[in-house]
C-alpha cells in the first residue's frame, strides 16, 4: 500500500491454476439441509457456507449443529448465529485463521488456495452470477464466499456460496477483485478467513457424536435465560408499526435479521436432534418441538409480509405463543435427554 493510503500498484501474479485439493471433487449436488423442498433451504451466507465446505469435504455437518441451541433475540435482530470456530477444530481437527490483507486481494487468494486453505470472504454480490435475480450486476451488497479455485490465465474462479459450487469469469473475475481502473477501490479491504482443509481430522461416528454431545451441554448451558420468543412476540408489533410508517420496502432485510434466523436457526436444531434419534429415538421429542418453531416461522413470514405491505396489522399473539410453548418443550427435553 503506498503511503498516501491507495493501494499502489498491483503485484505481478504469474499465470496460474490453483485448486484446493481438499475439496478438488466439490459435488455439483448441494447437501440435503439446502434442498429446496426444505423450509428454509438458505439460512445465513456463513453457516450455508461452512455447510457445502463440510459437505465438499465429505464430512458430517449434523454433529456441528448444537450451537445454534443458544440463539436468543437481541432486541433489533436475532442471533446472526455462526459455528464457533473451537466447535470446528474439535470436531474436525479444522483451523480457521483470519488473513490479514496487505496487499492485492488476488495474490492473497492464489497463495492461500495454492497452500491447500480455502479463503473465505466478504465479497460483493453485484458480480456473483449465482445471486442473479436478487443482486447480480443490480445492487451491491456483501457476502461470504468460499474460494476453491483460481485460473488467473482464464480469469475465471470456482466458488461455494449459498447452496452450492459456482463459477464466474471476465469482468466479474476483474470486478470481484477490483482489477479493472480505477485498481484502488474506496473503503476497507474486505474481511476474509482461511480455512485450513489440510488440517482435516476424520473421526468416527462415535467420536463425532460423543464430542457432539459434550458441545450441546455446553451450548444449552449458554441459552438464553429467558424465552426469547416470548420476548420478540413483545416487540414485534412496534417493530412492523415502524416498518409500516417509514420504511415497508426494508421489510425483506427486517424479516432477513429476525423471522429468518429465528426459523432456519432452530430448523437446524430440530436436524441435530433427529440425527442424535436415529441412535436414540428419545431425542425425537425436542426435534418435533424445535421443528414446530420453524414451520411457524416460515408461515410467519408470509404473514408479516402482508401486514407490511397492506399497512394493517393483525394480531399474532396466536402463532407466537405456540412458538414459546416449543421453545419451552424442546430446551426442557434437549436438558432431560443430556441428563438421562
Known amino acids: 500500500m503506498a503511503r498516501d493510503g491507495s493501494p499502489g500498484p498491483l503485484p505481478v501474479i504469474q499465470n496460474t491454476v490453483v485448486t484446493v485439493s481438499a475439496s478438488a471433487s466439490i459435488p455439483l449436488e448441494h447437501h440435503p439441509f439446502h434442498a429446496a423442498d426444505r423450509e428454509w433451504p438458505e439460512s445465513n451466507c456463513y453457516v450455508d457456507l ?94 461470504t464466499i468460499g474460494i476453491q479455485a483460481i485460473d488467473t490465465q482464464r480469469q475465471s474462479l470456482r466458488y461455494l456460496h449459498n447452496r452450492g459450487v459456482y463459477e464466474l469469469e471476465g469482468a466479474d473475475y476483474r470486478g470481484i477483485f477490483r482489477l479493472d481502473p480505477p485498481a484502488a477501490p474506496e473503503g476497507l479491504p474486505p474481511y476474509c478467513e482461511i480455512a485450513k482443509l489440510d488440517r482435516i481430522v476424520r473421526r468416527d461416528a462415535a467420536d463425532l457424536r460423543n464430542i457432539s454431545l459434550e458441545l450441546a451441554a455446553t451450548h444449552l448451558a449458554r441459552r438464553p435465560q429467558t424465552n426469547p420468543i416470548t420476548r420478540y412476540a413483545e416487540a414485534v408489533g412496534d417493530q412492523l408499526s415502524q416498518l409500516i410508517a417509514e420504511q ?16 432456519s436457526c432452530f430448523g437446524f436444531t430440530a436436524d441435530y436432534l433427529r440425527w442424535l434419534a436415529q441412535q436414540d429415538p428419545g431425542w425425537n421429542d425436542g426435534a418435533a418441538a424445535f421443528g414446530r418453531i420453524s414451520s411457524l416461522a416460515s408461515m410467519l413470514v408470509l404473514k408479516m409480509a402482508r401486514i407490511v405491505h397492506s399497512g394493517r396489522l393483525k394480531d399474532l399473539g396466536d402463532t407466537f405463543r405456540e412458538m414459546s410453548a416449543a421453545w419451552d418443550l424442546g430446551m426442557q427435553e434437549v436438558e432431560r435427554r443430556l441428563q438421562a
Not at 454433529?63 to 445454534?68: A, Q
Not at 415497508?248 to 426459523?263: M, S
Request: with cysteine.
Open 248 to 263: 415497508p420496502q426494508a421489510f425483506d432485510l427486517y424479516a432477513f435479521a429476525t423471522i429468518r434466523q429465528c426459523g
Open 50 to 143: 461452512w455447510i457445502e465446505i463440510l459437505h465438499a469435504a465429505r464430512l458430517e455437518i449434523a454433529p456441528l449443529l448444537p450451537f445454534t441451541l443458544a440463539s436468543d433475540f437481541e432486541g433489533d435482530q436475532w442471533t446472526f448465529y455462526k459455528p464457533p470456530l473451537s466447535d470446528l477444530s474439535r470436531l474436525y481437527g479444522l483451523e480457521v485463521e483470519e488473513l490479514n490483507i496487505w496487499r492485492d486481494l488476488l495474490a492473497h487468494c492464489v497463495e492461500q488456495v495454492a497452500r491447500g486453505r480455502m479463503p473465505m470472504v466478504e465479497m460483493d454480490a453485484f458480480y456473483l452470477p449465482d445471486t442473479h435475480g436478487r443482486g447480480y450486476q443490480a445492487a451491491h451488497s456483501k457476502t
